[in-house]
């Protein structure tokens, strides 16, 4: 198994600003991944972070709005631009392998006012 | 575009009764997931199923997957309240592992 430590746990932000998200593993993955959770929704790929290469953004999200990095193995960060009160949501990174489960951060809870 | 959606999407049930959420996904895929999240929690993995027919349980809940049919369900098994979260169905739709598309999930409460 792996463990996922994310930080924040929350942030409350002013509109206009952005928060970057820290995302670190215990042990060396090829993918990363960035979910959103808006408030009593279900979760939604943002982005698969890859080390060594630009992130791959899903349909919907934009590199300039969500900027990833992904600088070693057991790293990556998400950073939420330019905020507004519909950014306000749950942001959770999530590692994983071929065929087995998925191990997910606690998630952040990011609150934008 | 993929959908994957559950239902019911809000399950209130008594202490001991039997119910199945299903899990239905609009396209090919035989790795499907099932997570639970309690209020202000992350996800905790249920299970992992892996192929056609497979079938899995863990206690009052068992899984299982047709893929030909693009339908999982979760069944529970004379509830108890500690069952009470929201359950989701991800379904992993690449070769690399993990890059999921969720349910709408089901909240599920358990009335003593």
């Known amino acids: 198994s792996a463990v996922i430590s994310q930080k924040p746990s929350r942030d409350i932000c002013q509109r206009g600003t952005s928060l970057t998200i820290q995302c670190q593993v215990d042990s060396q993955v090829t993918m990363m991944f960035w979910y959103r959770q808006q408030p009593g929704q279900s979760l939604t790929l943002i982005a698969t972070a890859n080390q060594g290469s630009e992130a791959t953004y899903e349909s919907g999200f934009v590199i300039d709005k969500f900027p990833i990095s992904r600088p070693n193995l057991t790293f990556s960060t998400l950073t939420v631009s330019n905020m507004s009160p519909e950014d306000s949501s749950i942001y959770l990174c999530?590692?994983?392998?071929?065929?087995?489960?998925?191990?997910f951060g606690q998630g952040t809870r990011l609150t934008v006012v | 575009e993929l959908k994957v959606e559950q239902n019911p999407l809000f399950l209130s049930m008594q202490e001991g009764k039997n119910y199945t959420i299903y899990c239905n996904y609009s396209?090919?895929?035989?790795?499907l997931y099932w997570y639970r999240q309690d209020p202000g929690k992350s996800l905790e993995s249920l299970f992992v199923?892996?192929?056609?027919?497979a079938v899995k349980q863990e206690g009052r809940l068992m899984a299982s997957l047709d893929t030909k049919a693009r339908l999982s369900t979760l069944h529970i098994t004379a509830a108890v309240h500690d069952l009470s979260a929201t359950y989701f169905c991800a379904v992993d739709m690449t070769n690399t592992g993990n890059q999921f598309y969720f349910g709408t999930g089901t909240s599920l409460t358990v009335i003593p």
């Open positions: 199923l892996l192929s056609n027919g």
């Open positions: 396209t090919t895929s035989d790795r």
């Open positions: 999530s590692v994983g392998g071929m065929n087995t489960e998925a191990f």
